[in-house]
């Protein structure tokens, strides 16, 4: 199956499908007719006198009854089908005239192809690129404005498919880091998508689907009176069952679209589409790790790196210098970047930016004074180093609710501010050297396990040599949520009376509502000291949390800025974030994150260090340039055993005093 006749096979497969998702809306209109058909039977029968008698009047009555119920349901179900709004991926819409050279490539592809181009051009922040269908009503007019030369042919119906054309979206990471050639090659399978989506029975059965999956996001929200719910149960039973119904179908059509999209995209750039898909890996890598490990702990200080898409292609050019198997892709850097398609890049770059902090962490839509962009040169000092200062007085405020002295032993007469001494001592006493008994069945960690969990978190630096090649994880980050200037107890305060002892058992009651179980396997083989304040520093992580979401999570109230910005008016925000990073951390993980961060605010306080960003593993401590290695085993034998010995050991040959206060924020 090759050329022209597998295309014409592909479309044929996609269009027969489509009509047997046409004949399923075909079969419930007729179900949903046949009351009324028998009604009128039994009308007619009555008024010629060939169903005459007493019970053929109340069947009459009954039936009758019953076609108007059902054709009033019928109706219902019907204009919620209709009018319900279709989901539409959150996106920075690309005018014309801020990107004339990409839509110019656009066009002349999809002449290359003969298919109709696409209405419009959207950037969104995902490493994927497809087409959307944006005709529904709610979604406003198509463009009315119209370009002859990217139509597939003269004449009236071709003009028609171009108003009504879908609109590509990119995902954004592809114009920063492909290359202009690659970009094209990468799009070519995806432009010829529009040829089969112009055909009227594929635009109709993909309409229906949408409308039924819009349907059953309508009657899944909640509703108080009795009538809504009953009819949201009845609207959600018919449009789920009409679903399951067309799914075999649908998925078929698609893949029949797809399948006629590739095979006439083979004709353009196919040689160069191969080395494209390479660099669609790279960027899916370098964007998640981007993400997760450098973006994230900005986004929990209140502050959201302005320029993500920049910043990946710096993430997948140092992937390259420290990686073997990248070696090459560098090279390509000399070539026309596909971001030189628009006319401000920088614009776009901020507007994705902005949306992907609201996508992945439920951000506002603009900027305030909680609520600020950061550039890459500030980020060391602007959130590393705040990230870790926070960590560090969130720990000792929850010293002092457990009871535990300001002044560690070691400690100089008169001494009483934040020390790390205090958290060392406090975690290595003699009664924490009995260590929880682990759960039957649970794994014995290994050196290489122990070291991932030590790094899990925002916030806690990457201190260890990680393969740059290896698989980005999600869960490796940590980091507060509350503002940096949080009010906490004072230090240097003797005469002060000791707060009030709290149990962890209680704060874990108010903050977490946890499972138990979940927590006791999570903290089995840890110091019993440490198990408590790893719960202390969870309940008043999910305290801060909960304070902190309202006002981070609602819309404001004013449109976005005037220069690029999301679509707010094409998506629904009111659960954001709606695409999280990652699951929750665990007890382990957030006293493994604060011990790191205290140990880091130890040595740039007293021994010279300096917060750094590192592109593939986020936040990382400098000694005289370069990176700090070893930490995470040795925080990690303290937190598992107690045991302090190569903790101590390490900032003994780096010459960090921890019996010297830090200043915190």
Not at 154 to 171: D, E, F
Not at 404 to 417: H, I, S, Y
Not at 509 to 532: C, I, K, P, S
Not at 541 to 558: D, K, N, Q, T, Y
Request: aromatic share 4%; glycine share 10%.
């Amino acid at each position: 199956m090759t050329g022209i006749g597998g295309v014409e096979m592909g479309a044929q497969a996609a269009r027969s499908r489509a009509l047997a998702v046409l004949r399923v809306r075909s079969r419930a209109l007729a179900v949903a007719l046949l009351p009324a058909a028998a009604a009128v039977i039994l009308l007619v029968g009555g008024s010629t006198g060939h169903l005459a008698g007493g019970g053929w009047d109340v069947l009459r009555w009954i039936v009758s009854v019953l076609a108007l119920l059902v054709l009033a349901a019928a109706a219902g179900v019907a204009l919620v089908v209709a009018r319900s709004r279709p989901a539409v991926t959150p996106t920075v819409t690309v005018a014309e005239e801020s990107a004339p050279d990409l839509y110019r490539m656009v066009r002349d592809l999809a002449d290359r192809l003969d298919v109709p181009a696409p209405s419009a051009i959207a950037l969104t922040p995902d490493c994927d690129s497809w087409l959307e269908d944006r005709t529904h009503p709610a979604h406003g007019p198509p463009p009315a404005e119209r370009h002859d030369d990217g139509l597939a042919g003269p004449g009236g119906p071709a003009q028609h498919r171009s108003a009504a054309a879908p609109v590509l979206v990119i995902g954004s990471p592809f114009l920063w880091w492909m290359r202009v050639g690659e970009l094209r090659a990468v799009l070519a399978p995806v432009v010829a998508g529009t040829g089969p989506s112009a055909h009227p029975d594929i635009a109709a059965a993909r309409r229906f689907i949408r409308g039924l999956d819009a349907a059953v996001a309508v009657a899944s929200e909640d509703r108080r009176d009795p009538f809504s719910r009953v009819a949201c149960a009845g609207l959600g039973w018919v449009s789920r069952l009409l679903l399951r119904t067309c799914r075999g179908h649908a998925a078929e059509m698609e893949r029949g679209v797809a399948a006629a999209a590739a095979e006439r995209a083979q004709a353009v750039d196919y040689g160069l589409r191969i080395v494209a898909q390479e660099q669609v890996g790279l960027a899916y890598a370098g964007w998640d790790r981007l993400l997760t490990r450098v973006a994230l702990p900005a986004w929990r200080m209140g502050r959201w790196p302005s320029r993500l898409d920049v910043g990946v292609v710096a993430a997948l050019t140092e992937l390259s210098r420290r990686d073997r198997l990248a070696e090459g892709f560098a090279s390509r850097l000399g070539e026309r970047p596909a971001c030189d398609l628009l006319e401000e890049p920088g614009v776009m770059d901020e507007a994705v930016s902005l949306l992907a902090a609201r996508l992945f962490h439920g951000g506002p839509a603009e900027t305030g004074p909680d609520w600020s962009p950061v550039a890459w040169e500030e980020y060391p000092e602007e959130v590393v180093d705040r990230t870790w200062r926070t960590d560090a007085a969130r720990l000792h405020r929850v010293l002092d609710t457990l009871g535990v002295r300001r002044a560690a032993e070691g400690t100089a007469p008169g001494t009483d501010g934040p020390t790390l001494a205090r958290v060392l001592d406090h975690l290595t006493t003699p009664d924490a050297e009995i260590t929880v008994t682990p759960a039957a069945g649970s794994d014995i960690h290994t050196e290489a396990e122990a070291e991932a969990e030590a790094e899990a978190g925002a916030g806690a630096p990457a201190l260890s040599h990680a393969p740059a090649h290896a698989e980005p994880e999600t869960d490796t980050e940590s980091g507060p949520d509350t503002p940096t200037d949080a009010p906490h107890p004072p230090y240097g305060d003797p005469g002060a009376p000791p707060p009030p002892h709290r149990t962890p058992a209680a704060d874990n009651d108010e903050g977490e509502g946890g499972d138990e179980d979940d927590d006791e396997d999570d903290l089995a083989g840890t110091t019993a000291r440490g198990a408590a304040l790893a719960a202390g520093l969870s309940a008043q992580l999910a305290r801060e949390e909960a304070e902190a979401r309202p006002a981070g999570a609602r819309a404001p109230a004013s449109a976005p800025g005037p220069a690029a910005g999301p679509d707010a008016a094409l998506w629904d925000d009111r659960a954001l974030p709606l695409l999280p990073l990652q699951p929750p951390r665990t007890g382990r993980e957030i006293l493994t994150a604060h011990i790191t961060a205290m140990v880091c605010c130890a040595a740039m306080d007293t021994a010279g260090a300096a917060p750094a960003l590192d592109w593939l593993d986020g936040p990382s401590l400098l000694f005289d340039g370069a990176r700090a290695a070893d930490l995470a085993p040795s925080v990690l034998s303290l937190v598992e055993t107690g045991d302090p010995g190569p903790l101590r050991a390490w900032m003994t040959d780096l010459g960090i005093r921890p019996e010297k206060p830090v200043r915190l924020v």
